[in-house]
């Protein structure tokens, strides 16, 4: 395998200050809770305020050498940066710790992490990548493949520090099998989790693509034992393979010092009504977030409550991840028509930009400054 050295002309410093004078805005998070956790603070870091930081953002992507061209909104011509200099203050008495790539690189050393699941899995790997790459620019970095192409998976190993992370192309974490008939969905079936064994740290995710319909779908049938379908309910189906995951993680990791994290849902801006504006109205030219004190106008994922309720009652204390309220007030944070690839992405996230925000409560959970 061939190695490829990467180098930054500089060191981006990595600053997590303290509150400056800025409108902030209050999420309620009313009978919201996490699950079993890897924490036994009492602390919810993820209710809280948005407020403006002039020492924001954490990085240059333009340094990054791992962001690829659909998160890179200002490579594409992105002309505004408000976006990027908002941080997340949670409510009293929690407080985020500063993020520290190098001292993560340390705990991390000789160590496996793996993101499993779609492209919003693939966004916070990449946001990482760069955090861990400001915090430590002259680590050498081998890159595998060396395209940076997912097929099934992108691996990004620290040599200096032998530690590897991970991204590993799942949109449905359960398996889709070729057959004679089509291509199944086996909502009962994981035999490619046999990929992530091994892994010191796991970060799931999954829904966005559960939804998808006809020719934007990649299955032909869903099957569960003998019962062949050729659709179902989405969200039932959802529940089915979240508890085959859930069934998977008991069955293979309990008895293991793997840590295992789940990213909760991350939203789209595509109908304005959603955050009380016309229903013509996208993320497209939005450049503020949302100046609300209340909850979410267009309420919560109701999907949110199948993954709270499945963690609830695994063996494997699993860390939910729970990114969704923060996220929906950031219709700004989209790239909208500067991400290069797709005319109008309003479900991903800019790099740099939001998914920074999750590694840094990822890292407060990993480290137990989390409350």
């Keep these: 395998m061939k190695r490829r050295t990467v180098t930054a002309a500089s060191i981006v410093a990595l600053l997590l200050a303290a509150c400056t004078a800025a409108a902030a805005l209050t999420i309620s998070r009313k009978n919201q809770h996490r699950p079993a956790s890897l924490s036994s603070g009492s602390c919810d870091m993820f209710a809280?305020?948005?407020?403006?930081?002039?020492?924001?953002?954490?990085?240059?992507?333009?340094?990054?050498?791992?962001?690829?061209?659909?998160?890179?909104?200002?490579?594409?011509?992105?002309?505004?940066?408000?976006?990027?200099?908002?941080?997340?203050?949670?409510?009293?008495?929690?407080?985020?710790?500063?993020?520290?790539?190098?001292?993560?690189?340390?705990?991390?050393?000789?160590?496996?992490?793996?993101?499993?699941?779609?492209?919003?899995?693939?966004?916070?790997?990449?946001?990482?990548?760069?955090?861990?790459?400001?915090?430590?620019?002259?680590?050498?970095?081998?890159?595998?493949?060396r395209s940076g192409r997912v097929d099934p998976a992108t691996t990004v190993t620290f040599d200096d520090y032998n530690v590897t992370l991970v991204y590993y192309l799942s949109h449905y974490l359960v398996d889709i099998v070729s057959e004679k008939a089509g291509r199944v969905l086996k909502l009962d079936k994981i035999d490619e989790g046999r990929n992530w064994l091994g892994a010191d740290v796991l970060v799931f995710d999954s829904w966005h693509w559960w939804p998808r319909s006809g020719k934007d779908q990649p299955w032909d049938y869903m099957q569960e034992g003998s019962q062949v379908m050729k659709d179902m309910d989405r969200t039932a189906a959802f529940t089915k393979a979240l508890n085959t995951w859930a069934g998977w993680v008991d069955a293979n990791l309990v008895q293991t010092s793997t840590k295992v994290f789940f990213q909760g849902i991350s939203p789209s801006h595509y109908r304005g009504q959603e955050w009380g504006a016309s229903p013509r109205r996208s993320c497209m030219g939005e450049t503020e977030l949302l100046n609300s004190t209340g909850p979410y106008p267009g309420g919560p994922i109701p999907q949110q409550a199948v993954i709270r309720n499945a963690l609830a009652n695994m063996a494997k204390p699993v860390y939910l991840l729970d990114f969704t309220y923060m996220s929906q007030l950031r219709k700004d944070a989209h790239p909208g028509k500067y991400g290069g690839v797709f005319g109008q992405d309003c479900t991903h996230w800019c790099i740099a930009g939001l998914p920074d925000t999750w590694n840094i409560l990822f890292y407060a959970a990993l480290t137990g400054q989390d409350g």
């Design 48 to 145: 809280g305020t948005w407020v403006a930081d002039e020492s924001y953002p954490l990085y240059d992507s333009a340094s990054c050498p791992f962001v690829r061209g659909e998160f890179d909104c200002r490579r594409f011509g992105r002309p505004d940066t408000q976006f990027l200099k908002y941080r997340w203050q949670p409510s009293p008495p929690c407080s985020p710790p500063r993020f520290d790539g190098a001292a993560l690189l340390r705990m991390w050393g000789g160590k496996k992490v793996m993101f499993v699941g779609d492209s919003l899995a693939l966004n916070q790997y990449e946001s990482l990548l760069c955090m861990i790459h400001a915090a430590a620019p002259d680590a050498r970095a081998t890159v595998s493949p």
